[in-house]
């Protein structure tokens, strides 16, 4: 067997693949290992058998699959988490991680280990695959000028300390959450004084009869320019016995039922800006008005706001929810539109087909790939990695094929169009681009990597596995203090942020076994992007320091 998977390595990518997968899925005591697996696999059987190693070319592909495909779905959140209270936050976990860093510069001189073992272990400790892709991507530039021997022990090195540490970067963080949860007594009260930070509320219709004198006799337009942002949007009005879509002509009239769609917040501005509450329901089925949750599958909607498009010109409709991935929301008339959105429409019976046409509503056009846009910023993204970086004294630094990839699709992600062409991608076709290069490049520098798993441990022995422990306690213990002592959140706020400081989706899974609330999802949304930037960062800066010195 041994023999077949050496000499077809098209066979032995896929037996990779697939058996990690299959491991992977195992549930012990409620933790999976997932896609982690396929890399302990590759490790396993490149070092039972040295021939067992894929070549290079499948770890640069799926490489640059794997951070394009998530610069790209990250980008407009990355560049938003810097705004408003995000910046606070995104600024706290970026200063934990260097702090972590500092440690693994620590426990690395300590017990004596490499610079790409130091980054290999600051990556496992803090369980983030693409700053592992991106330390031997840095491993492998800055170590051109050594003998060959030497250049692929380091390569290899960051893969294996990885391994070693990611377990506890899982395992321990889940134990400290529930110490510290017990240590402070985190019960549901605390949780409650501070819900009101959620930012995903439930989304709630409800009706007010117009009785306020100061928007009685004024159009929907004028009455909503003087409001500011509501956060809620109109959907029908009642004018005696005619029930219609509200458009921004509607004129109010005194007892006028209108059907306003927003949050708790959004729903007491309503009632301050139209009047009061009414118990009248105007009916959600109508033989002239219709409902549909439409699919946003036109490419040349994509990237433009919903006042840009102009609906209300074009047809008499409005769109009252967003779907987004596995949210919804209350859309603003700024929030642009994306390729696969599910967007729910009121509209005239007989106009609504036209509404579908307009929209696409095609589930096969979304969940296809535009790869001219994919191949293009992949090519901007390479040659950016290209780019020499002068660090003095005549060395220079490249952001080579991890780093480069990466910032052209935040970049490109953010502007989402530009031009004619379309950025962005459909978040199913994004999802599996992802999974295959992430799966790509795990099997195949695990296989590499198996080889040098017996000189690693030699030469770090136990150091290795306290060392990662260490380092994932400073940045558990750091995010835990800061988050329920200093900004005084509830504790599943805060196992929440740790979460996405970590970008560890079992740790986000505990936190919500933990409470009923959406705290630990939006706290780890809040933090993530800045995250995942930060230790791929950081991970190259800690190779690049010590090789160089």
């Not at 426990?107 to 983030?128: D, E, M, R, W, Y």
């Not at 949860?181 to 985190?186: D, H, L």
């Not at 979460?499 to 505990?510: D, R």
């Amino acid at each position: 067997m041994l023999d077949i998977l050496a000499e077809n390595l098209l066979v032995l990518l896929f037996a990779v693949i697939g058996l990690g997968y299959l491991i992977g899925n195992i549930n012990i005591f409620g933790f999976k290992l997932g896609v982690a697996a396929v890399l302990f696999v590759g490790i396993a059987l490149g070092a039972i058998d040295d021939r067992l190693a894929l070549p290079e070319y499948i770890t640069i592909i799926g490489l640059v699959l794997f951070v394009y495909a998530v610069g790209l779905q990250s980008g407009p959140g990355f560049f938003a988490s810097f705004r408003k209270r995000g910046m606070r936050y995104s600024l706290m976990a970026a200063l934990i991680l260097a702090a972590g860093a500092l440690t693994a510069l620590l426990v690395g001189k300590i017990f004596g280990l490499s610079a790409p073992s130091t980054a290999g272990l600051f990556c496992g400790a803090l369980t983030n695959t693409p700053a592992l892709a991106a330390a031997v991507e840095a491993a492998q530039n800055l170590s051109g000028n050594l003998p060959d021997s030497v250049r692929q022990y380091y390569v290899n090195a960051p893969v294996v300390t990885y391994g070693l540490a990611y377990p506890f970067g899982v395992f321990g963080v889940i134990l400290m959450f529930f110490i510290c949860g017990k240590i402070c007594k985190a019960d549901a009260s605390s949780e409650a004084r501070n819900i009101e930070t959620s930012d995903a509320p439930s989304i709630l219709s409800r009706t007010f009869r117009v009785t306020n004198p100061a928007v009685t006799n004024k159009s929907i337009e004028d009455t909503m320019k003087y409001a500011g942002e509501t956060g809620f949007v109109l959907s029908r009005i009642k004018k005696r016995d005619k029930i219609d879509v509200v458009m921004p002509n509607t004129l109010l009239e005194s007892g006028d039922l209108i059907i306003a769609v927003g949050n708790n917040a959004a729903m007491e501005r309503a009632r301050l800006l139209f009047g009061e509450v009414s118990p009248e329901r105007i009916p959600d089925v109508m033989e002239q008005i219709s409902y549909r949750r439409v699919f946003v599958s036109n490419k040349a909607l994509v990237g433009k706001s919903i006042r840009e498009i102009q609906l209300h010109k074009q047809l008499h409709a409005t769109i009252t929810r967003l779907r987004r991935g596995d949210v919804d929301f209350v859309p603003s008339p700024e929030t642009p539109l994306e390729l696969g959105d599910r967007i729910k429409v009121v509209a005239p019976s007989d106009e609504m087909e036209q509404v579908v046409k307009l929209f696409g509503d095609s589930v096969k056009s979304i969940s296809e790939t535009d790869y001219l846009s994919l191949s293009l910023g992949i090519v901007l993204g390479v040659f950016l990695g290209m780019i020499p970086i002068p660090l003095g004294g005549g060395l220079t630094f490249k952001l080579g094929f991890a780093g480069g990839p990466l910032i052209a699709g935040l970049i490109l992600g953010k502007l989402e169009r530009t031009g004619p062409i379309n950025w962005e991608m459909p978040f199913n076709a994004n999802l599996v681009l992802r999974q295959v290069g992430l799966v790509f490049f795990l099997a195949s520098i695990g296989t590499k990597a198996g080889g040098a798993l017996g000189d690693v441990i030699h030469v770090g022995g136990i150091g290795l596995f306290v060392g990662g422990a260490i380092i994932t306690l400073v940045v558990t213990m750091s995010a835990i203090l800061l988050g329920y002592k200093y900004l005084k959140l509830a504790m599943v706020a805060v196992m929440g942020m740790m979460a996405g400081i970590q970008t560890q989706p079992a740790c986000l899974a505990y936190a919500n076994q933990q409470t009923d609330s959406e705290l630990p999802n939006v706290w780890y949304t809040t933090v993530y992007p800045a995250s995942m930037v930060s230790k791929i960062i950081l991970a190259q800066l800690i190779v690049s320091t010590i090789i160089l010195l």
